[in-house]
């Protein structure tokens, strides 16, 4: 065989390896970081039981006050058409207000059945319009970068080094990174748990942004997005992962796998062994299928996601970063600042590597020790 012909064939190979990715990028980075730290298992494990805790303990749970969660879009472009413009951002901004609040306008599309635990998940979304220096903001950022795609497994959009951009303080902000993703990915997200992560918030590939644009067919209506902060607030896949896996909601109908296309009501009937009429609910923004045949959330994953923010992501409940009026500084002058970051040797430090602890010294005099796994 000729160099030419092998060459030939590991390209085929590739390129049928590349299109059998998973389209969401977010069970991949829990393997990765689960492999990486044996903590970082239990500290999912320790989110579910103490979800399951939280749901059963506030059975009637409303927020006080409409939940708004602040946004930041980090825009890290190579060529000029990953650097996409307000508008597509807008657009997305959009379509999350839109699905996170029951207002699509394909919810109709929601099979009859459904249409009762079809949640008005009553979070809201805006771009944030104070930077965490207290600062007028769009909410939008913008990195020139030389780095032409990045990867789940690097380098990586969320830290500089490798030609992305850090993110804004994490507790604060939801961040989205826009860039050219490579790896058939579409997106990933973190899920909530004890560790801080560097990386937390959500990456979207610049072509599955929002709903206008340069936005591409079949995933071209925001869904990737919806999809994405939707694992943010700690909902996995509707199938669990797993074949017929455990998604830890009782709403959503037992599925086999994930599901693709656009499939016609009802698909899937009696799967998993279990009698069920109606099938897979593959119209769930937590399935695969396309952007344009998905439109619910059910009630269910509207209590883990509230649970998850009340858990684990609780400043969105209070701050001022939309309102535009507030000054982050004043808001902030109650809270504990960090007066420096340490490694195990003492050595003052800002940059957190995986699998090496930190220490976190706050002027109130408290310690806390800090690991990405
Ligand atoms: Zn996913």
Redesign the pocket.
Known sequence: MTNKILFLIILVASAIYANSQER?G??AINQQRMEKSSEYKKARDKVNNQTAKWIKEHPNYTPETTITIPVVVHVVWNTNDQNISDTQIQSQIDVLNADFNRTNIDAINTPNIWQNIAADCEIEFCLANIDPNGNPTTGITRTQTNTSQFQISGPSVEDASTGGKEPWNINQYLNIWVCNLGGGVLGYASQPSEFLSSNDGVVINYTNFGNSGNSNAPYHKGRTAT??VG?WLNLD?IWGNNNCGNDYITDTPKQEKDNNGCPGFPHNINSCNTPNINGDMFMNY?DYTNDQCMNLFTKGQKTRMLAAINEYRPNILTHSLCSGTANILETNTNKKEILKIVDVLGRVTNKQSRGMPLFYIYNDGSVEKKLIP
């Open positions: 969401c977010t069970a999809h994405e694992h896949h937590m």
